[in-house]
């Protein structure tokens, strides 16, 4: 199946500051990428959808000003959380779809986002 | 708003023994129906990939099938090994956006 990579796969930062997750396709070009946010035990909540060139929607109660995605290639999207607090503690996780549009869903690997 | 339901949340079984996960959805109105497969602390592999108009699917020792009219689909694996222990997600795509998650099945194949 297509790859997508995350990186960093664990970072912890003070609290107030800013931590960039990178989501990236490597073996096809992803129309569409969705940042997720899955807390312990539980499933996986969809933050928003990105797709290139263009804002990403921002699903009910995701703060668009906290956690900004950029998609400004096929294979590369971004998150930033701005402005960390303790509470922004969680694993982020991307996924991406491909230009072909199969309809199936590849995942990365995740990031555990740790704010002191 | 679709709901999506796994059962049971948490299964333990002996090495070798066949077993079926459950996951059932309210909306029948689906693009497709994908099972992943969760380690702790990792992101999710695609298991298999159930478009609406298939009803099964399979790789390996594993099959899936999808009752649309039921709304019900299952994840069978076959012989089961201790490296199967995972979390198994079932999520049901409507559109682009509109992909939803159960809850998950937490496995356990006991040596």
């Known amino acids: 199946g297509a790859v997508v990579s995350q990186h960093p796969s664990r970072v912890i930062c003070k609290s107030g500051t800013s931590v960039k997750i990178e989501c990236r396709s490597l073996?096809?070009?992803?129309?569409?990428m969705f940042w997720y946010r899955q807390f312990p035990k539980q499933s996986l909540m969809l933050m928003a959808t990105?797709?290139?060139?263009?804002?990403?929607?921002?699903e009910q109660g995701v703060e668009k000003d906290k956690f900004l995605i950029n998609h400004a290639s096929l294979t590369l999207s971004t998150l930033t959380v701005t402005s960390a607090h303790p509470e922004d503690s969680s694993f982020y996780i991307c996924s991406a779809t491909d230009r072909a549009n199969t309809g199936e869903l590849f995942f990365g690997e995740g990031s555990r986002l740790t704010v002191l | 708003k679709q709901e999506v339901t796994q059962i049971p949340a948490a299964l333990s079984v002996p090495e070798g023994e066949n077993l079926v996960l459950n996951c059932s959805f309210t909306?029948?109105?689906?693009?497709?129906l994908q099972w992943f497969r969760q380690d702790p602390g990792k992101g999710l592999t695609s298991l298999l990939l159930?478009?609406?108009?298939?009803r099964e699917q399979t790789s390996g020792r594993l099959n899936a099938s999808l009752d649309k009219s039921s709304g019900r689909s299952t994840l069978y694996i076959a012989a089961s090994q201790p490296g199967d222990s995972a979390t198994y997600l079932c999520a049901v795509r409507r559109s682009a956006r509109q992909l939803t998650f159960g809850s998950g099945t937490q496995l356990t194949v006991l040596p």
């Open positions: 159930i478009q609406s108009s298939q």
């Open positions: 073996d096809f070009q992803a129309t569409t």
């Open positions: 990105s797709n290139e060139g263009s804002k990403a929607t921002y």
């Open positions: 909306d029948s109105a689906i693009y497709n």
